[in-house]
């Protein structure tokens, strides 16, 4: 079974910045597909960034130019490198991945399999 274990969350001042990982865990082969979303309370889970075999890398326009989503294929691991965080990037994020075809819309939770526990982000004065 695959696991998605996250970690690099965190509390910042708005203009700082977080790293977030994610380390994929009981397969052996690279994820095609993968993603990191996010959940503030009372809000929908929504696509931030994503990478793919098929597919440019996506951003959500809220994030783009200040988060950058990458990944380490020989470790299997999925990196979100967020800098100048606002006060509205408070959330929950989430990994995601899948080893589905994912090029028809990769930053839909529903494309998505597998998940992580989530790591909050908490950008605050």
């Known amino acids: 079974q695959v696991q998605l274990l996250e970690s690099g969350g965190g509390s910042v001042q708005p203009g700082g910045s977080l790293r977030l990982s994610c380390a994929v865990v009981g397969y052996s082969s690279s994820v095609p597909c993968m993603g990191w979303f996010r959940q503030a309370p009372g809000k929908e889970r929504e696509g931030v960034a994503s990478?793919?075999?098929?597919?440019?890398?996506n951003y959500a326009e809220a994030v783009r130019g200040r988060f950058t989503i990458s990944q380490d294929v020989a470790k299997n691991t999925l990196y979100l490198q967020m800098n100048s965080l606002k006060p509205e990037d408070t959330a929950m994020y989430y990994c995601?991945?899948?080893?589905?075809?994912?090029?028809?819309?990769?930053?839909?939770?529903?494309?998505?399999?597998?998940w992580g526990q989530g790591t909050q982000v908490t950008v605050s004065s």
């Open positions: 995601a991945a899948t080893y589905r075809d994912c090029s028809g819309g990769n930053l839909v939770r529903r494309s998505y399999d597998y």
């Open positions: 990478i793919n075999d098929w597919s440019p890398i």
